[in-house]
């Protein structure tokens, strides 16, 4: 998006007098707070993390499964599922370093459990009312013998919609931050768009 | 009337609370914002909401304790001379009032499992979703099945929402991926 070379390349500080809109602050003497440099790398190897979330990775990630699968019948649910597992995988970024967990989970990844949840859920509701139901209407799926008990319908938006939804906002949530602005390697966004 | 626990239980989240509120150093601000939200996980699951508690102790302790740490690695920590923060006087009488406010109606609410409380006394709603929840549903924790069963559009929405905010941050950072391809 920004590879349209209108920008110097890998330019840091910003022009005086540009009307940029991003917020980068201009390296002004008097300024108090700087932005540190985006190459510096920030991650520090410790055997001690490491080693701590290799053991409670599995079971934090079997922990948000059981509580996105299993919801329906006890406490929890998709949504604390979802974060779960999202947080599962911040916590391996930060032992192992954000970079190769950012570079195993690829964008593909992220993008197609926000989006894909997303459209799961649109399609469960969407679905009985093109047929002539009602939105999300769980028992349509009942009546045409396709599932027996309106459970797995609302297993359908739970588990295939809001948990997907939430782990991949959360991941994603947490790659841009860490991406920092302007975005690492990237061309600097100037004035026009 | 309440229990050691209980009472140790409150102290604890007051304390972090207020702590979070007073301490200069932002790395601290988080450490101990993170031990609040454990306390009112804790104090959730005491009241027997523990669909809340493991909400609260996910995102409240674990992703946002995470995320706001991220920041601070990005960006630049002052040196505080100071450990506490100094209480501005203005700020502080506005507070005592809404405080004083919201404690005055504390005794008016109904005693916690009372069965006279409005939500658990109102027979259209609260008793219709227990005593119709798993036959209209199918599942056996009430929360899910008014979650994902008679309340389904909320959740719809909701569900946009959080899903929105993804797409919002790419807009407001100016980007299209969330990772580097």
């Keep these: 998006m ?19 809109p ?27 993390i490491m080693s701590t979330v290799r053991v409670v990775a599995p079971f934090s990630l079997t922990y948000g499964l059981f509580l996105m699968f299993h919801g329906a019948d006890t406490p929890g649910g998709s949504f604390q599922g979802g974060a779960i597992i999202g947080a599962t995988v911040l916590m391996v970024a930060f032992a192992f370093g954000i970079e190769p967990t950012r570079a195993w989970l690829r964008n593909r990844t992220v993008v197609a459990l926000a989006a894909g949840g997303t459209a799961v859920f649109v399609l469960v509701g969407l ?26 319908g609302l297993e359908a938006i739970e ?14 949530m947490f790659f841009l931050i860490a991406a920092g602005w302007p975005p690492e390697g990237e061309t600097e966004v100037t004035g026009d768009e | 009337m309440i229990s ?34 454990l306390g009112m996980a804790l104090f ?15 995102i409240g302790a674990g992703v946002t304790t995470l995320l706001l740490l991220l920041t601070l690695v990005k960006t630049v920590r002052e040196d505080e001379d100071r450990t506490f923060e100094r209480p501005n006087l203005p700020a502080l009488v506005v507070f005592g009032g809404l405080l004083a406010v919201l404690l005055a109606t504390v005794s008016r609410f109904p ?37 994902a069963g008679y309340r389904a559009f909320d959740t719809f929405g909701e ?11 790419l807009i407001v950072l100016q980007r299209e991926v969330f990772t580097r391809e």
């Excluded at chain 1, 939105?135 to 797995?152: A, N, Q, R, S």
């Excluded at chain 1, 588990?159 to 994603?172: F, N």
């Design chain 2, 44 to 58: 959730y699951a005491f009241l027997l909401a523990p669909d809340v508690a493991m909400t609260e102790a996910a």
């Design chain 1, 2 to 20: 920004s590879e349209d070379g209108n920008g110097t390349a890998h330019k840091r500080e910003t022009d005086g007098g540009s009307d940029s």
């Design chain 1, 127 to 152: 679905i009985p009312l093109l047929a002539g139901g009602r939105f999300l209407e769980h028992h349509f799926y009942v009546d045409i013998g396709l599932i027996d008990t309106p459970k797995w």
């Design chain 2, 159 to 169: 569900a946009v929402v959080v899903f929105a905010a993804g797409v919002s941050i």
């Design chain 1, 159 to 172: 588990v295939g919609g809001v948990a997907p939804i939430v782990a991949g906002v959360v991941i994603g």
């Design chain 2, 4 to 37: 050691a626990f209980e009472a140790v239980l409150f102290a604890f989240v007051v304390t972090t609370a207020v702590t979070t509120a007073l301490l200069r150093d932002v790395l601290a601000v988080i450490v101990v914002f993170a031990a609040y939200s």
């Design chain 2, 111 to 147: 005693a916690v499992g009372s069965a006279e409380a409005p939500a658990w006394a109102n027979p259209a709603v609260t008793q219709y979703y227990i005593e119709n929840a798993f036959t209209d549903a199918g599942v056996e924790n009430a929360v899910s099945a008014v979650l």
């Design chain 1, 22 to 48: 991003n917020f980068v602050p201009t390296d002004g003497a008097e300024s108090a707070v700087s932005v540190p440099d985006d190459d510096e790398d920030t991650y520090v190897e410790s055997q001690v």
